[in-house]
């Protein structure tokens, strides 16, 4: 079935910045697009990022739009986050997700720490 493999995540200061990957197995990769969504302690998850198949459409929330790059590569069936300029904000673990066959699937999710 539909799995993904991320990594990535770790503690930084504020301004610092992390990329995350996200390996995905069990779906036509390349024909589907991918988000990355993040839960923060006792919060909602919520919306990061997400990008097209194909890799030409991407959207992303207000609250990291212009810091945030969402990436893939279909020949090797990724899907990167790029984060820059970290703030304490964006301190949550993030998902990646796909909406496959009328499901929902999630990987795992990787934390990410920003703090001082």
């Known amino acids: 079935q539909v799995q993904f493999a991320e990594s990535g995540g770790g503690s930084v200061e504020p301004g610092g910045s992390l990329r995350l990957s996200c390996v995905a197995s069990?779906?036509?990769?390349?024909?589907?697009?991918v988000m990355w969504y993040r839960q923060g302690s006792g919060k909602e998850r919520e919306f990061v990022a997400e990008?097209?198949?194909?890799?030409?459409?991407?959207k992303y929330a207000d609250s990291v739009k212009g810091r945030f790059i969402i990436t893939r590569d279909n020949n090797v069936n990724t899907v990167y986050l790029r984060m820059n300029n970290l703030k304490p904000e964006d301190t949550a673990v993030y998902f990646c997700?796909?909406?496959?066959?009328?499901?929902?699937?999630w990987g795992q999710g990787t934390q990410v720490t920003v703090s001082s």
């Open positions: 997700y796909v909406r496959y066959q009328v499901s929902d699937w």
């Open positions: 069990g779906f036509p990769f390349s024909d589907y697009g």
């Open positions: 990008i097209s198949s194909d890799g030409r459409y991407r």
